[in-house]
């Protein structure tokens, strides 16, 4: 930070994987309610993460349904669920009904999107992919919106989130307990994404490789 030199060269794509998941991660910690039943939309690279972090945070979960267009990637994916009840479903609407958790993952919008009213009542939603799978009614009828950076959120609203309310708060301010998050109705957090959970994991990965050796070292010039 004193002289903007390099420190080190880490796998942009790896950090950004894991990190997107992670902060996923810290919402599900943050938020009450336990888990019976989980809904993924999109079995790509970040459903699977998700599942992982899904899994770890809320090991009470039962039922894990799945909806991919490609069939074998939901199968694949499910393999990593272990005995908990495991369901490839044809449609998002199937997916998302009666979950107590719902993560969407897509990378091209649905046309008509969803609108979460088949979720569980207390449900959690959390639409990694911004607008592509809920539609604006999904925050109107939630008891509770946040995103993870206001001001990210406000600077692409001339071109995604139409229709969407306010949100009620960030993801930071939840986790300082400055705002606290209702027991009861739909919740819902879009975390967009910062580059600074990238800077603070990369940091990570810099400490413990250099603690364990780890890495090739290298001068930069």
Excluded: C
């Excluded at 229709?163 to 009861?184: I, K």
Aim: aromatic content about 4%; glycine content about 10%.
């Amino acid at each position: 930070a004193d002289t903007g030199r390099p420190l080190a060269l880490i796998d942009g794509g790896w950090v950004t994987e894991k990190r997107t998941a992670a902060v996923s991660g810290v919402t599900l910690r943050h938020v009450p309610g336990s888990v019976g039943t989980l809904g993924i939309i999109g079995a790509g690279l970040q459903g699977n993460r998700h599942l992982e972090v899904a899994l770890e945070v809320h090991p009470e979960i039962e039922h894990v349904r799945v909806f991919d267009h490609r069939e074998a990637h939901g199968h694949a994916l499910l393999a990593q669920a272990g005995e908990r009840v495991g369901t490839v479903v044809h449609s998002a609407l199937e997916a998302t009904q009666d979950a107590d958790l719902v993560i969407s993952s897509i990378s091209r919008r649905m046309d008509p999107r969803l609108d979460g009213s088949n979720t569980a009542p207390d449900a959690l939603i959390l639409p990694v992919d911004y607008d592509d799978t809920f539609g604006p009614d999904v925050v109107r009828e939630a008891a509770f919106f946040a995103v993870d950076d206001r001001g990210q959120y406000d600077s692409v609203l001339h071109r995604a989130f139409q229709g969407y309310r306010d949100p009620d708060g960030e993801l930071a301010q939840l986790v300082s307990g400055v705002m606290t998050v209702p027991d009861h109705g739909r919740r819902v957090f879009t975390n967009m994404g910062l580059a600074m959970e990238d800077v603070a994991l990369g940091a990570l990965i810099l400490e413990r490789a250099t603690a364990t050796g780890a890495g090739t070292t290298i001068t930069f010039p």
